[in-house]
């Protein structure tokens, strides 16, 4: 380089040349440069055009208190109170709740509240004071005062859920209530002047007033208090055929049960209550002929009228002599139940217990414990009620097992409207051979029920069947009844009571004497305006045997 630069030194020109030629290019070579440099230019100004702006965002600053403490923070402008916690630390709890709401979109200076929020469950046991009944009895003399029961206090538990806010209780709520025992009442008799004559009488007469259950035995005037909760609803009330056990229901107001089905044992000096684990027994329960078992068929208690919807099951528990319980088998599903299913099904053992009598509005049928199956054997026209409830045709077996009477729905030929037709005849119905209409007209609420096989006059070997018949037939839904009985081939008829002329019979079922009454011969035991009568088969004399006004249902083995 320097020698270079030594040689030329001689020339002006000749040093700017050689200056310029330790770069190795002259100026034709930053001509051809010159479009390259200006593409380049041009292409770094178009790549800087089309790069995104470099913003920094914008940050609030917010403060938070939280379990006593304080934080400041600061959030990129449109967060959350959600995200504030977040960035903060803080855990939340499903039940915590913050001051604004955790999806509020945050603004510079803001300021956020936690509330811790907490709950607790009690359980406290609250007493349920027994009450005090008082009972008329005719056996005792009039004035006279005895303690038939100690009253005893029942249990309630009650849950109740407390809500807390930073430690501070705002709320106690009761979120459930269960009693664990029952109250029994004190109940008191007060003796009262016995008004009518006492009669012997076979067997035990059972009766269900004021809630309570009585046993007459031996004579009208021997009368035992044998369930005296005061609870019974008398939707069942039956004895069993050997007279040791009461079928009964009790409604305990229970929330969404309608009742509950029990046992007692009244042929022993202390009465003994079963609870039979069933609830919701509205139609049908019953023992069977050898007193071993109760069948029942149950429903679902629904808000709107009538107040259930039926299941159309039946169901059948085994009872030992001491109140043991087999577990519960089921014989029929929960089913349709047919037309006007929602209503439910009535049954009925057969005098053998092979075979249940199922009855619907709809028709009647069996069920076969060896088919294990029902089995339809008679159709009924339905009668449309345009309410809230269903007919189901009252029905009884014969002694031998070989008959069936029947109320039967009928509509004149040509009816326009055949469901809404009012007429109703009993008819026999046997098991092998055609219907025969026995009475014509009788009305819906007959309740045909057949005689024990009698042992003398007016049939001996033979069986009656009373029934109810209406006293105005074409309107026999709000109609009273009187007491008929027949031949059981529907001969000499007889409407035996109440008088004509006076007010007549409330729909039920009566309940023939299990024998002959002395000097009385066979009678029929009724509920007429609250208080039991007898009333002669013979003759048709009537006898009033109690007169407190309450009794509503009866069963006589």
Known sequence: MLARYVRNKSSSAGWRRQREAPFGRGAAWQARRLPWLLMTSLAVLLLSACASPQV?????????????????????????????????????????????????????????????????????????????????????????????????????????????????????TEVKSVTIKEPAPEIWMVGSQALFTSLPIPGRLAYLSAGNAWVMQSSTGERKAVVTTGDLDGRIFSLSPDRRWLLFTRDLK??????????????????????LKAANVVHFAQWSPDSKQVAYSTVEPREAAPGWQANNDLQLVRVSPGGLLAPTTTLV????????????????????????????????GFYDFEAESLTPFYNLLPFRTGSNWAWTPGSSWAPNGGMLYLVDHVAPPGAPDAEASQSFDLVALPLEGAKVTLVSRVGMFAYPVVSPLLT?????????????????????????????????????????FPAEGVAGLEPQRVAWSPAPLEDEGYVIALVYQGNIWLVSVQDGTAQQITGDNLTVRIDWR
Do not use: C, H
Not at 100 to 112: N, Y
């Open 56 to 172: 920094t965002q914008a940050l609030i600053a917010v403060t938070l208190f939280a379990d006593g403490s304080t934080y400041r923070i600061e959030l990129p402008a449109g967060s959350t109170v959600q995200q504030a916690f977040d960035k903060a630390g803080v855990l939340l709890t499903e039940l915590d709740r913050s001051e604004p709401p955790l999806f509020t979109l945050l603004s510079d200076g803001a300021v956020i509240r936690l509330i811790r929020v907490r709950e607790e469950f009690e359980v406290e046991k609250v007493i349920i004071p027994f009450e005090r009944q008082i009972i008329q009895n005719e056996t005792l003399p009039v004035g006279e005062t005895r303690l038939s029961q100690p009253g005893e206090n029942g249990v309630r538990e009650i849950t109740y859920r407390r809500l807390f806010e930073n430690d501070q209780e705002i709320s106690r």
């Open 456 to 496: 003398e006059p007016p049939a001996p070997g033979d069986f009656m069947v009373a029934y109810l018949q209406s006293l105005s037939p074409e309107q026999s839904e709000n109609s009273r009844y009187r007491l008929a009985v027949m031949d059981r081939d529907g001969s000499n008829r007889q409407l035996l």
């Open 254 to 275: 229970q929330e969404g049960v309608i009742n509950t089905l029990w046992a007692a044992r009244v042929d022993t000096e202390k009465t003994t209550l079963v609870d």
């Open 333 to 364: 599903e929960t089913n349709a139940g047919g037309f006007y299913g929602w209503w439910g099904t009535d049954y009925a053992w057969s005098p053998a217990g092979d075979r249940l009598l199922y009855a619907r509005p709809d028709g009647i």
